[in-house]
Every structure is written in structure tokens, then in C-alpha cells.
């Protein structure tokens, strides 16, 4: 069955560390992938998408995202997260026909 | 399987018509959401939920009603349909505002 699994439930991390969260779909046409984050008592933003193209996306508040099309992967990456990236993650895939999301990541940044 | 059913996966509505979208969980989840997904937007909060009788409004409320008379269903009903209202419907449940959210598959809504 078509999914979105993202294997990092929980990350913990320092302030200036860097981040890596996993995203994995199983899909073998065509998708459209998208990283949304919700902060703390907040709805859902869209942090980043691809569609085509390049395959490394970079979107707001200095997130990036590289989709590996050999991998079924599209993993968020920030070089030096801060304290305010304390959030949940999710990650989400588009076929045409139906959406699939991820359960999400709580990140944790300790100052 | 456990998890977010929403129903139907496609619409489309001719400006005026009412409607309403379904969703269901079965996890026993206090807190329901409805969000609408736009191009270029992401995700948006319409009406949400923290438990059966309690329903509270979102960012973009307007043309839309909820009720929340058990902790299963969160109906969102479309009173009047305009094309402004097209878009991607997502409902999401969680057990708590600070846990995870499960979404359901969505319902793809046109206005014609």
C-alpha cells in the first residue's frame, strides 16, 4: 500500500547542532512531496515542496529538503537548528489522487 | 485499519449547493481538525475540536460549519458552495494537541 513513513518519532537535538529528519514514500509514479512543520499551539505550515526539477528544494526559515528518487526518500535538512524549530514535522506526499502524510517528528531543540 | 476516514474523496458542487464532507476516526482521539490545502498555501485550519460538544473556529472559518456530537465524527458542512471554497480537504485527529497528528487521505472539492 502507498504510504509515508517517517522513522524519527522523536529527535532531541542542541542549538547550532545540525538536523537530518527522514522521510520515505512508496509510490511509483509520479509525486509531489511537501515538509509542513506546526509549532506549538500553531496549524500546519508548508515549509518547503518539489514538484520537479532540481532535486534539492530549499524553503523557508532556512530548511532544505533533497528528493532521491532512487531512494523513495525526501529527507529535511537545517545545518544549525535553534531553539525556536522546536516543532512537529511532517511530511507529506501527493499522487494526484490522494495525499499520504507522515505521523510527523517532534523535534526538541535545547537552548 | 485504524485511522482517519474521510468521505468522498472527490466532489465537485455547482455554486450554491450545500454539502457536507464526513470524517471518522476510530483511536479514540479528543482533538479533530479541518484544514484546506491550496496551491502555494499549505495547510490552513478551517474549525477544530478538543472533544465531542466543544468546536472552536480556525483561521479561515467563514462558509463552513462543524459539530462535534461524538468523539468519532467531525462533519464540516458547506453551506452555500462558491469557488472560492475549492481546494483539498484534510481532516486530522490526535489524542492530544501536543501529540501526533493522523490525517485523513483527503476530499477533493471543486465549485463549479
Known amino acids: 500500500a502507498q504510504s509515508v513513513s517517517q522513522h524519527n518519532h522523536h529527535v532531541i537535538l542542541s542549538e547550532a547542532a545540525s538536523l537530518e529528519l527522514g522521510c520515505n514514500y512508496s509510490?511509483?509514479?509520479?509525486?509531489?512531496l511537501f515538509w509542513y512543520v506546526q509549532y506549538p499551539g500553531q496549524h500546519l505550515q508548508l515549509l518547503l515542496k518539489?514538484?520537479?526539477?532540481?532535486?534539492l528544494v530549499k524553503g523557508i526559515k532556512g530548511f532544505e529538503a533533497e528528493f532521491i528518487k532512487s531512494k523513495f526518500s525526501f529527507n529535511l535538512r537545517k545545518p544549525s537548528v535553534q531553539w525556536s524549530d522546536t516543532a512537529e514535522y511532517f511530511c507529506?506526499?501527493?499522487?494526484?489522487?490522494?495525499?499520504?502524510f507522515g505521523t510527523g517528528t517532534s523535534l526538541t531543540v535545547i537552548p | 485499519n485504524a485511522g482517519v476516514t474521510q468521505t468522498p474523496k472527490f466532489q465537485v458542487l455547482k455554486t450554491g449547493q450545500s454539502m457536507t464532507l464526513q470524517c471518522a476516526q476510530d483511536?479514540?482521539?479528543?482533538?479533530m481538525s479541518w484544514y484546506r490545502q491550496d496551491p502555494g498555501m499549505g495547510l490552513r485550519l478551517i474549525h477544530y475540536?478538543?472533544?465531542?460538544?466543544?468546536?472552536d473556529q480556525g483561521e479561515v472559518p467563514n462558509g463552513y460549519n462543524v459539530s462535534r456530537s461524538t468523539t468519532e465524527d467531525f462533519p464540516l458542512r458547506l453551506l452555500s458552495a462558491a469557488p472560492s471554497q475549492t481546494s483539498v480537504y484534510f481532516c486530522?485527529?490526535?489524542?492530544?494537541?501536543?501529540?501526533?497528528?493522523?490525517f485523513g487521505s483527503g476530499t477533493r472539492l471543486t465549485v463549479v
Open positions: 509510490y511509483g509514479g509520479t509525486v509531489n
Open positions: 475540536s478538543v472533544g465531542a460538544g466543544i468546536t
Open positions: 486530522a485527529s490526535s489524542y492530544r494537541d501536543t501529540y501526533g497528528y493522523t
Open positions: 483511536m479514540n482521539h479528543e482533538y
Open positions: 507529506a506526499a501527493d499522487t494526484g489522487n490522494q495525499f499520504y
Open positions: 518539489y514538484f520537479s526539477g532540481d532535486p
